[in-house]
């Protein structure tokens, strides 16, 4: 086949225009039915033509999914972590209408680590000085000076059939810091992550560590971004921890009790009633 021979989708069968085709291991997508796949999915030209049809399947139940999802709780800005706690799911995502959007909807436990990742990016300063010819020359300073620039990602690791990680960028603009502190604050060493598992109080008593020890909290775009993704860090692995227990507590092996009610000898059912009269036994 020449370069410019027609070209039809695999999928749906629609001819695809001159730009509009995306390549699969073994067949073409047009752009309609690759805008439908999961804006976390980044695996599509090693997909055959049937693992695309199948997560089309699932994009589409999904909607359901989406229908059924009810707003319990809201974190971040733009991008934003939705939270169903009554239903155990979550969804991440930047759009208005979510029927639209169609943004996967995933259950608690599917969550198996969550970072903030901190990518930093300095410049150096400059200072113009004239040589010995009147010619003007830029020149480090002494100490040398720099100007720092932050972008914060969130990365939420999942067990999913088609993605295994969710990454967002927190803020919508670089955040820009200029020189931090004297001498020792313009050249100290800066961590390009600044995840730490921090679960529920603990996370106050961090920030106050951070904000005395740490001169970039002391801008508040910085502040407010890492206090964000802090947040979100914290809820998940809340929530991870919460499932986890919660499993382990339904796989334990069950023992027979004697019910206070009714005196029979009992294995409590799953909301720890007597199988025979429906009453409490624990």
């Known amino acids: 086949m020449g370069l410019f021979d027609k070209k039809y989708c695999s999928v749906c069968g ?34 055959t033509v049937e693992q695309i049809k199948a ?9 359901e999914a989406v229908a059924a999802f009810h707003t319990t709780r809201t974190l971040g800005r ?11 799911t ?3 995502t930047s759009a208005r209408d979510l029927t639209e959007a169609n943004p996967d909807v995933i259950r ?8 903030l990742d901190i990518q930093e990016d300095k410049t150096e300063e400059m200072r113009e000085v004239k040589d010995s010819e009147g010619r003007t020359q830029r020149v ?9 620039s932050y972008d914060f990602y969130m990365i939420i690791r999942v067990n999913h059939d088609y993605f295994d990680e969710i990454r967002f960028r927190l803020n919508s603009s670089t955040v820009e810091i200029g020189r931090l502190g004297g001498p020792a604050g313009m050249n100290r060493p800066m961590a390009r992550n600044a995840g730490i598992d921090i679960i529920g109080s603990v996370l106050q008593g961090m920030n106050t560590a951070m904000n005395q020890t740490d001169p970039r909290m002391q801008d508040p775009d910085y502040a407010e971004y890492y206090n964000m993704g802090q947040e979100i860090k914290a809820a998940l692995t809340q929530i991870r921890t919460q499932v986890r227990d919660e499993i382990a507590a339904a796989n334990a092996p069950k023992t027979a009790v004697v019910c206070p009610a009714c005196g029979a000898t009992t294995m409590p059912d799953a909301s720890g009633c007597c ?8």
Do not use: H
């Open 78 to 88: 733009s991008t934003k972590v939705l939270l169903d706690e009554d239903a155990g």
């Open 108 to 115: 608690y436990a599917q969550v198996t680590g969550c970072d």
């Open 275 to 282: 199988e025979y009269c429906g009453s409490p036994v624990r």
């Open 140 to 148: 480090s300073y002494n100490p040398p000076r720099y100007t720092y």
């Open 55 to 63: 997560q089309l399947d699932y994009r589409e139940a999904n909607r």
């Open 90 to 92: 979550f969804m991440v």
């Open 14 to 47: 629609e001819k695809i225009g001159l730009f509009g085709n995306r390549k699969l291991e073994d067949g073409n997508l047009c752009k309609a039915c690759a805008a439908k796949l999961s804006p976390w999915f980044s695996d599509r030209r090693s997909s």
